[in-house]
Each structure stands twice: as C-alpha cells, then as structure tokens.
C-alpha cells in the first residue's frame, strides 16, 4: 500500500538524520526529571494529539503536563474555529499566565508548519521564564512558509533544539492522479516516533543515572496501579491533570 511505503520511508529518514537531535532533547529532559522539574507539552488541534500522546501513558514518562487549552484542542464546535484561535495573538500569554512552568522545566512545543501565533508565542514565553524549548516541527514545511504575523518568527527559529519530523510541506504523502490536494498526513506518525524515542533514551539515562526512572505501568497489568500510584504521589500537585 502506498501510504506504507512511504511512511516507513519517511520514518527511516527520520532515524537516520534525528538520531544526535534525539539523543541531546533525551539529555535535556533526563536532566530535568533528574532535578525533580516537569516537563510540559503543547500542540494546537491536531498538533495537541502528540501532547496526550505523551501524558498518563502506559511506558511513558510520568512528569509530563499536557498542554490543552480549551479552543485548541480537536474536540471543539465548530473544529473550524480552531483555526483562527491558533492564529491569534495573544492568545498563548494568556494560557501561560495559568501553567506553574518555572525555570529548569522543559517546553516541547508541536506545530508542523511553526508559523502560527499559539505556537510561537507559547514557545517564546516559555523561554522568557527560564524553561528550554524543544520544537517538534517540519524545517522543510516551515522554511517554505512565512510566519502569519509581520515580525513573527517561526517555531524553528525561536526553540532552544528542534527535531524535525520531516513531514513534507503540506503534510500529506499521496499523490493520487486528478486530484490536486495530496492525502495521507505523516506528521503524526513521526512525530510520535520521534518523542517515544526521545522518552525510551530519557528512560535508560535515569536508569542508569538513578536506577528508578519515573515510568507508567499499564494500570490493565497486575500491580500496575500500586506501582503507578507512587509515582503519582510524587508528583501530586504537580500534574496538572491530577
């Protein structure tokens, strides 16, 4: 099948020119749960998906705070609203107004083109507030486009670290003939890929840094809800989902 094809290819493109970018955001983050900090992840709408990718997660990390805020996420009426609300400014200031990040926690930031106020202001008020920005973004879509404000930046060129999905502009893989628009989005799939790579490497530095890496079990596994609720008494007040 063709979107088979060319996602695996896509993934092994990733694996092959990510693997130093993955291996420094690994360290970063490592450093930061090693310090007792929170990590905190943010995507407008589809973008948000890799945010609860992230959180409560069965073999994922445990101080991660997902970033959802009402307007910007794909369960809004109407979805198309989403659109302009991720294009105003302003917007982002007022979300972090209400997040506890402080300095020595890490902002993962999602927007595959970058180009869009929500994202580049989170990303650019995280960093006023002493926290290191990765971006997860596509340089080959975002380097293609102009950023919707007059003296905006772009994602990429406000983040500390980027890793790049290398989604292809407009996202989608598929040509198919007669039909102008290209179908079957990749940025998802990478970009999931990307971050679980970024969270198996953050896992084995704690391991071998502390021995006890904070991890979820699946709570469906006996024993998974005792082994899951120390962590999460840890880090009671601190989950912002809690």
Do not use: C
């Amino acid at each position: 099948m063709k979107y088979f094809d060319e996602i695996i290819s896509l993934l092994q493109e990733v694996a092959e020119t990510q693997g130093d970018h993955i291996e420094r955001a690994a360290e970063i983050v490592a450093d930061a749960i090693e310090a007792d900090h929170m990590i905190y992840v943010f995507g407008a709408t589809h973008a948000g998906i890799l945010a609860q990718e992230l959180f409560y997660r069965a073999g994922g990390l445990v101080p991660i705070n997902p970033v959802l805020p009402p307007g910007l996420v794909t369960d809004v009426r109407p979805m198309t609203l989403t659109s302009r609300l991720e294009r105003l400014p302003g917007l982002a200031a007022e979300v972090l107004a209400e997040l506890p990040i402080e300095t020595g926690d890490v902002f993962i930031v999602h927007s595959v083109s970058g180009r869009n106020a929500a994202a580049v202001e989170m990303a650019q008020g995280a960093k006023e507030r002493g926290v290191f920005v990765i971006a997860l973004t596509s340089l080959t879509y975002s380097q293609s486009v102009e950023p919707r404000g007059d003296g905006m930046p772009r994602l990429f060129e406000v983040a500390d670290l980027v890793l790049d999905n290398r989604a292809p502009v407009g996202d989608a893989l598929i040509t198919i003939p007669g039909l102008a628009q290209k179908v079957g989005p990749s940025s998802t799939v990478t970009g999931a890929a990307l971050l679980n790579a970024m969270v198996v490497r953050v896992a084995e530095l704690l391991q071998e840094r502390t021995g006890d890496p904070p991890v979820f079990m699946s709570a469906n596994l006996d024993g998974g809800d005792a082994y899951n609720q120390r962590w999460l008494k840890h880090y009671r007040g601190r989950l912002t989902y809690l």
